[in-house]
């Protein structure tokens, strides 16, 4: 839409150019404040703009870091940075890291028996080798490997007249250890991370609005999939909104806290069937003066955050998700999920996502609000109205009766000069 805008203007000043002229017109690239102050009825298509979520449906946040020169930070905390890669990358690593230090120490297991002397008393009984049966690399490799692993056939031993190789012998054992210990609890970290716990939480597929305890309230649903349960569970929700302060500042991607029950408690969710998560539109509320009718034209996105202890390991679990503008329905109530069975509740998730229109009004809060106090005005004034009204009836009826009395005297007036005459 940009672009198509700033060609217009382009075409109009090379309208007055020489059609011959070997200047090249790069289009402008406008901030997005401009943007937002060019008329929105040039072209059709700027006013449907697609609106780019912050946090995806399934929680991954829709940000990619980029000109990240500081990369050194990273290799300071490997061992996030190794939970944080990819399992393919991950297990890569896993078995590179073990095969390189069994090559490594196999190879100054060789050296060893190389520089010694024991590759060339192979089968002299008289000769006593630093490692006994070690002919090869290879044989070298399998004890590095028998070493490390602590594993011993008892084939292969190391002898007392090697003191370099009681030393190396000692060292690959505490290197080893420490190599076992990172590696072993950077997959068991991997393992039992509680990203797949989150899978199991769902939310709502939609957000509605209506009425609930004659207030205005945007409400969504979050359920548990799993018997076992999250432990302190806790809901918050953010609105991801950019704004222009009154200095002209623009601040992309502003979060908003939405208050969904942190002053009454209702955010801590004892969470084992499905809850409907309410927020009520009032004058703290982003969406106080936010009407049906202006709802689909703001460019807004409401990030909702489940977090929690998994019962059984203990560990966090944080589980996202998110709305915008075309999942926000005005009108509509959950359709309930709970049912009492004989002995037991039942949850049917397949009405998790449902709706149902229900009558609600069109207008804001914050109309609603007005409309409201508007009709409780005569109920406050009623007294003083009444009052009034009856002084100006009574002060309408002495003039019609002034009016009635005058005309009646002059109508008197007339027939008396009639009669004289």
Not at 28 to 31: D, E, T, W
């Given at each position: 839409c940009l672009f198509l805008m700033a060609a217009n203007v382009l075409e109009e000043d090379s309208m007055e150019q020489d059609i011959e002229s070997p200047v090249t017109i790069h289009q402008?690239?406008?901030?997005k404040q401009a943007r937002e102050d060019?008329?929105?009825?040039?072209?059709?298509?700027?006013?449907?703009?697609?609106?780019q979520r912050y946090v995806r449906k399934d929680g991954k946040c829709n940000v990619h870091h980029g000109n990240v020169r500081e990369t050194y930070r990273y290799l300071t905390d490997i061992f996030t940075t190794l939970v944080d890669l990819k399992w393919r990358f991950n297990l890569l690593i896993f078995v590179m890291v073990y095969t390189v230090t069994w090559l490594f120490f196999g190879m100054i297991w060789w050296l060893i028996a190389y520089m010694r002397g024991d590759m060339d008393h192979i089968g002299d009984s008289t000769w006593t080798p630093c490692v006994s049966n070690l002919n090869g690399f290879v044989s070298a490799f399998l004890f590095s490997i028998e070493t490390e692993t602590t594993i011993g056939y008892g084939y292969r031993v190391i002898t007392d007249k090697c003191p370099e190789g009681i030393i190396l012998l000692l060292v690959q054992s505490v290197l080893g250890s420490i190599v076992n210990a990172f590696m072993v609890g950077c997959m068991f970290v991997k393992i039992s991370q509680p990203k797949k716990r989150a899978e199991t939480l769902v939310f709502s597929t939609n957000a509605v609005i209506s009425m609930r305890d004659g207030k205005l309230c945007l409400m969504f649903r979050v359920g548990d999939l799993r018997n076992s349960h999250i432990v302190e569970a806790s809901i918050r929700a953010k609105l991801i909104k950019s704004k222009q302060t009154k200095e002209g500042e623009f601040i992309p991607l502003n979060q908003t806290d939405i208050n969904v029950g942190y002053y009454t408690g209702d955010d801590r969710l004892f969470l084992v069937s499905p809850l409907i998560?309410?927020?009520?539109?009032n004058q703290q509320s982003p969406f106080w003066e936010i009407s049906k009718a202006q709802l689909p034209k703001e460019e807004l996105e409401i990030v909702v955050i489940l977090e929690g202890m998994v019962e059984a390991t203990g560990m966090t679990c944080q589980a996202r998700s998110s709305y915008i503008t075309s999942e926000i329905l005005w009108g509509y109530r959950f359709t309930p999920v709970l049912t009492l069975e004989d002995g037991f509740y039942e949850v049917d998730y397949n009405s998790f996502h449902e709706t149902y229109e229900t009558n609600t009004p069109v207008y804001?809060?914050?109309e609603l609000a007005e409309m409201a106090s508007r009709a409780e005005l005569p109920l406050t004034w009623s007294v003083s109205s009444k009052l009034d009204q009856h002084a100006e009836l009574e002060t309408e009826e002495e003039e019609k009766n002034q009016e009635d009395q005058n005309e009646r005297n002059g109508d008197v007036a007339n027939l008396e000069n009639e009669s004289k005459l």
């Open positions: 402008p690239k406008l901030p060019l008329p929105k009825n040039i072209n059709k298509e700027c006013a449907k703009r697609k609106i998560i309410s927020h009520e539109i804001s809060a914050k």
